[in-house]
Nanobody, 118 residues
Framework: QVELVESGGGLVQPGGSLRLACVASTVTFSNYLLSWYRQVPGKERELVASITPGSSTNYDDSVLGRFTVSRDHAKYTVYLQMNSLRPADTGVYFC????????????WGQGTQVTVSS
């Protein structure tokens, strides 16, 4: 079992920035693909960004050039730096860890609210 704890959400004006963090309770952190998802009411969670153990990254087109995902193996933490935020970025952001040795093992954090509004 892996516990994921997100932090860093909040209220920000359009054009502002936030940095989300997700700490994982596992010493096998390097075995996991780490992803950030966003969910808005009435819709399914959608992938925002992901990062492999080797730090290869993938982004949804809507955040490309504005968001940056990174990971710190020493701190068991994955980050999402969000710049030039837009109202459409509003939602609950969830961290997900997928064990690359057995993809049946997937874990979610509790989510952190991001609201972009003037």
């Amino acid at each position: 079992q892996v516990e994921l704890v997100e932090s860093g959400g909040g209220l920000v004006q359009p054009g502002g920035s936030l940095r989300l963090a997700c700490v994982a309770s596992t010493v096998t952190f390097s075995n996991y693909l780490l992803s950030w998802y966003r969910q808005v009411p009435g819709k399914e969670r959608e992938l925002v960004a992901s990062i492999t153990p080797g730090s290869s990254t993938n982004y949804d087109d809507s955040v490309l050039g504005r968001f940056t995902v990174s990971r710190d193996h020493a701190k068991y933490t994955v980050y999402l730096q969000m710049n030039s935020l837009r109202p459409a970025d509003t939602g609950v952001y969830f961290c997900k860890a997928t064990n690359l040795r057995n993809r049946a093992f997937q874990y979610w954090g509790q989510g952190t609210q991001v609201t972009v509004s003037s």
